[in-house]
């Protein structure tokens, strides 16, 4: 099994642009999460699914977030338009036990 | 308060020495618990589950008092490779995210 896969791994780009993070998660999964990382403030979940749904979006920060679950095997998270306080690692993780969650490599975005 | 709190360090100890790290959490109805570790610029990986009862893994052991909420991870000679940061992790209930601590910075030196 490769696991949960993200891509980029690494994103530079320049406030005001629109960015685009991918994931695939692990075949067989039906929950889907997206997760930020900070120094500041830790791991926060931004959003997760459930066999392709949205559950909760709380965590989202504002409407310049969006994110979709086209199909089991694919989720984007975009950021329009990007600003530098929006500089993380953003982690996919995907899980089919509801609870234990395992996760991909994560994408280091930086917004200059 | 914090769903999940920790003391995020840095614990620094010599090979072998014990060290013990301990979480609370907010939320008294939350019904599953982890302790996931993450290395410098990689993912977090989970490390063990923590059950009412306590479980041990090896030189690793977790305990969990719901009464309390308090969970808590004790290392017993530390080995130059468990230097990372341990996260404490919360699943308010089945179906729902996991909820992260900060982490706890552990530096084991020769």
């Known amino acids: 099994d490769a696991g949960v896969i993200q891509s980029p791994r690494h994103e530079v780009t320049e406030m005001g642009q629109e960015v685009t993070l991918r994931c695939k998660p692990i075949s067989g999964h039906n929950s889907l999460f997206w997760y930020r990382q900070t120094m500041m403030r830790g791991l926060e979940l931004l959003i997760y699914?459930?066999?392709?749904?949205?559950?909760?979006d709380s965590g989202m920060p504002e409407d310049r977030f969006s994110a979709k679950m086209p199909n089991a095997s694919f989720s984007t998270l975009k950021i329009q338009p990007s600003e530098p306080r929006d500089s993380a690692v953003y982690f996919c993780?995907?899980?089919?036990?509801?609870?234990?969650?395992?996760f991909g490599p994560g994408t280091r975005l930086t917004v200059l | 308060r914090k769903e999940v709190e920790q003391d995020p360090g840095p614990f620094n100890v010599p090979e072998g020495a014990t060290v013990a790290f301990n979480c609370t959490y907010s939320n008294s109805a939350s019904q599953s618990f982890f302790w996931y570790r993450q290395d410098c610029r990689k993912e977090p990986k989970l490390l063990m589950s923590?059950?009412?009862s306590g479980n041990e893994d090896g030189r690793f052991t977790a305990q969990l008092n719901r009464a309390s909420q308090y969970i808590s991870l004790l290392i017993r000679d530390s080995k130059l490779s468990d230097s990372a940061t341990y996260l404490c992790v919360v699943a308010p209930k089945a179906g729902t995210a996991l909820i992260f601590g900060k982490g706890t910075t552990l530096s084991v030196s020769s």
């Open positions: 923590v059950y009412s």
């Open positions: 699914f459930n066999n392709n749904v949205p559950i909760d």
């Open positions: 993780a995907s899980t089919s036990k509801g609870e234990l969650a395992f």
